[in-house]
Each structure stands twice: as C-alpha cells, then as structure tokens.
C-alpha cells in the first residue's frame, strides 16, 4: 500500500517532482524522460508509467525556462518512435516462434492471421489513436507486431503517431502550462487529462459487458 501511495503521489504531484528533478539533474533530465517514455511506450511490464500528463507538465516546465521545448519534442518524438518499435519488434519475434500449433487454442496462428487481416484493414487508425489511450499504447504495437503487420507500414504509422502525441501535449503544456489559473491547478488538470484518456477505454468496457448482456438473454 505504502508503494502505491507513492507512486500515486508521484502521478498526482508530477509538476513538483519534475521540477526537482530538472533543479538536480539538469541536463541530464531529457536522458530521464527519454527514459521514461520509451519504457512506457515499448516494454509490455511498464503500461502503468506517466504518459499523457508527463507530456503536459514537461512542457509546462520548459516555458520557464528549465528545458528547451524543442529539443525535448524531438527527443521524445525519437523515444515513442523506438518504443513502439521495440514493441513492434518483440512481438513479431514472439509471433513467429511460438504461434505455429494450430491444434493449439491459445498459440493456434490462426488468431495471427486474423489479426492481421485486422490490422492490414485498421492497423494505421489503431496505432496512432493508441497513441492516446493510456495502456492500448503500450500493447497496440505488441499486437501488430505478433500480427505481422507490414514493416514500412507500421513505421510510418508509428512516426505519424509518434510526432502528433508528443508534439500536441508538450506544446499544449508549453502555451498554456503557464497560465496563472492553470499553474495554481496543474494537478486538477493532470487528474483531468488522466481522466479524458482513460475514458475510452471505460467507454469500451461498458459497451462490451452489455452486449454480453444482450446476447445473453
């Protein structure tokens, strides 16, 4: 419980402990949030890490003066480009090895290859509007690399989606992050954006427990 309350803390406080780090790393804090994102973005075990309000706050922080906002959009650009990437790539190593049973009901290529009729049709729109769904990010790109979705085709969605997440909330937080009102409610708003972006997925889970509903009576 103790850990929870502290990374809770973290999430909620993120302007304060970002701002720390800034004041004691220094430079050293783009490597930190380079860091951040690409685990959030390409390892299946960290969905749970900051994306979305991290994006926010570092921008907010960098228009005063702490962090050059450009080169913090590109760096992170480069980081969920090659997080998704890496994800991309485990999952189409794991695909090839394991799914190859097709007696099996869980490792049957048979769920591949409906995948990747999946994200041969959708696989662009779902990638990049993953870009912005806490969790589906981290596990989106796993799938469509177990799908065996086209390589060029994923990296240039990936780019696209890549550029679009980092660039619209750290210049989101840079322009407006420093708005007195904003600024004296960062962490209402850092609750919001965790809210807005979870949404969807709660929005997802309902619409599916009624349509069991529906087809069971």
Known sequence: MEL??????????????LLALVQEY??????????????????????FLPGDSLLFVAGAIAASGAMDV???????IVAAFAGDFTNYSIGRWLGTR?????SSKLLNPEHLE???????????????????LPILRTYV?????????????FAFFNIV???VWVASLCY????????????????????????VSLLPLVWAFVQSRLEARRVGT
């Open 4 to 17: 929870l309350s502290q990374f809770l803390d973290i999430v909620l406080h993120l302007d304060a402990h």
């Open 26 to 47: 220094g430079v050293w804090i783009y490597a930190i949030l380079f860091a951040i994102i690409f685990c959030e973005t390409g390892l299946v075990v960290t969905p």
């Open 70 to 76: 450009n080169l913090l959009v590109a760096l992170l």
């Open 98 to 102: 394991f799914f190859t049973d097709r």
């Open 114 to 132: 409906k995948a990747h009729a999946f994200y041969e049709r959708h696989g662009g729109k779902a990638i990049i509007i993953a870009r912005f």
């Open 141 to 153: 790109p796993f799938v469509a690399g177990l799908a065996v979705m086209e390589p060029r085709r």
């Open 161 to 163: 989606g890549g550029v």
């Open 172 to 195: 989101a937080g840079f322009f407006f992050g420093n708005i007195p009102w904003v600024k004296s409610n960062l962490t209402l708003i850092i609750v919001g954006i965790i809210v």
